[in-house]
């Protein structure tokens, strides 16, 4: 489910602030961005996500600064291959001037300042911030699925709405079938020519035939179940997203059976209706866990 958190933290020589954002993702897959003084803390921060969130991408945003007097400390090697360099350029250029202390200052790698172990105060602190901007997810995230479940309830409940009308037209088919296949002998018959009558039992029973092969009743109980199912589902406050995801293609295999065993136009542009309601379903349920 797509969020935003942010949370802080501070102590007396540090502060913290931890941004998340999350997109739709089927599996949990965290990223970290933070300074490399914080790569001991990469196991603590991902255990500590994965607590909370089940599915999605989170990028994760660690801004950690010190606070107190900063000790730096210098390389000299690379000092003293830079003022050599710039020695041999005097000498073979025959220019004047000495090095400048400004210049060396911005040399890439001449002066960083001094690594220091994490403190107890500080790793709390961090994760102190980490747990306030995942409660701030928590919120947005609470409210968005307040939205998304209102919204995935319309589609249920069209859905539910074609379902009759595929059952009126299914009630109707062993009588269209009879008819139809009654027409259709009988203009053989004729273009033949020669007079002959149609066997009342013979008719009965291709027409049961018939009626058996495009017989979608199950499939209807089917349906309404699922769609139970995924109404019931949606009220469950644990991890549901893989449960919809199941329900939804349970829902679209009936929907192609019921496509695939009758030509009624009145079914057809039911059974394509629902399809393409449970397509926009399935697209709203990647953001639930």
């Given amino acids: 489910m797509t969020g935003f958190g942010r ?14 954002k999350t997109v739709n993702n089927r599996f949990l897959d965290v990223h970290l961005r933070m300074g490399q003084e914080l790569s001991s ?97 928590a919120t947005m995230r609470a409210n968005e699925a307040q939205a998304l479940s209102a919204e995935m309830r319309m589609r249920i409940a069209k859905i539910e709405a074609e379902v009759p009308i595929i059952e009126a037209a299914a009630g109707t088919l062993v ?6 296949l009654q027409k259709r002998i009988g203009e053989l018959l004729a273009r033949s020519g020669q007079p002959a009558e149609i066997d009342p039992g013979r008719l009965a029973q291709e027409v049961a035939f018939l009626a058996d092969k495009s017989d979608i009743s199950e499939e209807i109980v089917r349906l309404r179940s699922h769609l139970d199912q995924f109404r019931e589902t949606l009220e469950h406050p644990t991890e549901i997203g893989k449960r919809l995801d199941f329900l ?16 009624d136009i009145n079914i057809k542009d039911a059974g394509l209706v629902i399809k393409a309601e449970i397509e926009k379903l399935r697209e709203q349920v990647q953001n639930v866990e």
């Fill in 7 to 20: 949370g802080n933290a501070a102590g007396d020589n540090f502060s913290a602030a931890v941004e998340i």
């Fill in 41 to 137: 803390l990469e196991v603590i921060i991902k255990r500590r996500i994965a607590a909370r969130l089940s599915r999605g991408r989170v990028d994760v945003n660690i801004m950690f600064e010190r606070s107190g007097e900063s000790t730096y400390e210098l390389d000299r090697t690379v000092i003293a291959r830079y003022l050599s360099a710039l020695r041999t350029i005097q000498k073979e250029f025959d220019l004047q001037g000495e090095p400048d202390i400004t210049s060396l200052v911005r040399l890439p790698g001449a002066m960083q300042p001094m690594r220091e172990e994490l403190d107890e105060n500080m790793i709390a602190g961090i994760t102190l911030a980490l747990d306030n901007a995942l409660e701030d997810l």
């Fill in 175 to 180: 009588e269209a079938y009879r008819a139809r």
């Fill in 248 to 263: 939804l293609q349970e829902l679209n295999r009936e929907a192609n059976t019921v496509l695939s065993k009758s030509t």
